[in-house]
Structure formats: structure tokens, C-alpha cells
């Protein structure tokens, strides 16, 4: 994994585009079990305002979809 000049992390290849690749790699580099990731999406691209900053919401969105409470 990379860090692009400001600082956000990002993949570097395209072969760790993967869900599941994700979720090994940063389970590998935890020791307690409660920090374990369970699932991964990979956006092809954040969706972002006229300003540039990233709409969370909108990602979280579809994922909330058909839940009794938020997460």
C-alpha cells in the first residue's frame, strides 16, 4: 500500500483490488481480534462534493439500506 501526497492511503496495484485480498492484508498486520476487518468494498472512486471532500454518506448509504438502526 501507498500514501499519495496528502497523505490518504491507496493501492498500488490493481491485483490487491479485491475484497477479500484486502481484508488478509490488514488482518495480517493486527494482533487483537477485535480489531479484525470482516468485509472490504472497493469503490472504483470515492464520490466527492464541488470541493473535493469525500461524501461518506453517500457511501454508507447503500450499506445502511434495509437496517432496523445505523451503524
Do not use: H
Request: hydrophobic share 35%; glycine share 12%; proline share 4%.
Amino acid at each position: 500500500m501507498g500514501r499519495d501526497a496528502r497523505g490518504r492511503g491507496g493501492i498500488e496495484s490493481r491485483r490487491w483490488c479485491d475484497g477479500g485480498r484486502i481484508v488478509r492484508l490488514v488482518n495480517a498486520g493486527v494482533a487483537a481480534r477485535y480489531q479484525r476487518v470482516t468485509a472490504a468494498i472497493v469503490l472504483p472512486e470515492f464520490p466527492r462534493n464541488a470541493a473535493g471532500k469525500t461524501l461518506k454518506r453517500k457511501m454508507r448509504d447503500p450499506y445502511r439500506a434495509g437496517r432496523a438502526t445505523k451503524l
